[in-house]
């Protein structure tokens, strides 16, 4: 797990033949920087796999998979609702067009350089949603990354946004679109397909995104099962669950802390909602009622940095767990958000 928590994630899955990064949630110079830490080659990487197009699980996205030149693994309706997010809306009044053209016409004749004019606005039906101010860039070569919005916690815990092209000045020359990306491999949410050696079955789970999925990864009779960004458990998902010889669980946040946290109480709702996040409450319930008690790690991920603390998470776990760790020492290790976890090896 190179990152977990509302401002990024990110987790290479691997068989001694295949690796996958599932999700990109951090600018690619930092997923970088993770994957130098942990050990991890990024040359090595075959392919990218998307859970849902909010901004702490794709930030990084197509950067990385450009200058990775991997396939993406994503759902139809999760890359169209990415794709949207990066195309802003232009919306200029006629003097406006009118100005910006004779700019334009000013850096031509001045030489080349690139002036954009980026107005965009995501207006969502929830609550929630946040309006954006315009961001014009102009002039000196200098494109700034435009921070997609979205109705994650991310977007509340402002996710400090590196510019895209700070990654990647050659892109810029080339004009690049954000959008684009070397290959894209479309799967069904609840379908199976295999990437590699790696056998993967995709599940749905409830979360305010386009087409949000949970994977189950197979490979050498080992099984690892990941669900982060659900509102609730559904039986699909706890079905998908069983059999794990590592299990990655969502234990976003405390339901006190949430209440009495500095978020706005549409927010607070949002995030407790069916199609908000996992509270420890709620991961500790299943761990104690459904879970099979087979797996050798569980790791709880997707932690709040607001609305949790790592003890309070881990205790809520423990507890729940006591009586379901089996005496060949199941192991409970926390994700974090800051650095990445120690590589688990089966
Ligand atoms: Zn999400
Ligand atoms: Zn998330």
């Known amino acids: 797990m190179l990152a977990s928590g509302s401002k990024g ?17 951090l600018s690619c110079r930092e997923l970088m920087k993770r994957m130098a830490v942990a050990g991890e080659d990024p040359a090595q990487l075959d392919a990218i796999l998307i859970t849902h197009e909010h901004q702490d699980h794709v930030h990084g996205l197509g950067v990385l998979a450009r200058r990775l030149r991997i ?18 809306r232009t919306t200029i009044t006629y003097t406006q067009w009118l100005e910006q053209r004779k700019v334009e016409n000013d850096k031509a004749t001045a030489g080349p350089s690139t002036t954009l004019g980026m107005t965009s606005e995501e207006a969502d039906s929830s609550a929630t949603a946040l309006l954006r101010n315009d961001k014009v860039v102009a002039g000196n070569d200098k494109v700034v990354g435009d921070e997609s919005p979205d109705l994650t916690e991310a977007s509340l815990e402002s996710v400090s946004a590196e510019a895209e092209d700070e990654d ?13 990306l070397p290959a894209i491999e479309f799967f069904r949410a609840g379908s199976n397909f295999s990437i590699g050696d790696i056998a993967i079955s995709s599940f749905t789970i409830p979360h305010d995104a386009a087409d949000p999925c949970g994977f189950v990864f197979e490979a050498e009779g080992i099984r ?69 008690g087979g797996a050798a790690y569980v790791v709880l991920a997707h932690l709040s940095e607001s609305n949790n603390l790592p003890a309070l998470a881990r205790v809520s776990a423990e507890q729940a767990l006591a009586e379901r760790m089996n005496l060949l020492g199941n192991q409970l290790r926390l994700a974090e958000q800051s650095v990445p976890l120690e590589a688990i090896c089966l």
């Open 9 to 25: 994630n990110s987790t290479v899955v691997a068989s001694s033949r295949t690796r996958i990064l599932l999700d990109a949630g």
């Open 71 to 88: 396939p993406v693994f994503i759902t139809e309706p999760t890359h169209r609702a990415w794709v949207r997010m990066l195309t802003p």
């Open 168 to 180: 990647a000045p050659t892109e810029k020359a080339a004009k690049t679109p954000l959008t684009h």
């Open 224 to 292: 690892i099962g990941i669900a982060t960004d659900l509102g609730y458990i559904p039986t699909n998902v706890k079905q998908a669950l069983r059999r794990c010889d590592v299990m990655m669980l969502e234990s976003n946040h405390d339901l006190e802390m949430l209440r009495d946290g500095p978020y706005p109480w549409a927010v607070k709702q949002r995030v407790m909602s069916r199609v908000g996040h996992l509270s420890n409450n709620a991961a500790a319930n299943f761990l104690a009622d459904e879970y099979d």
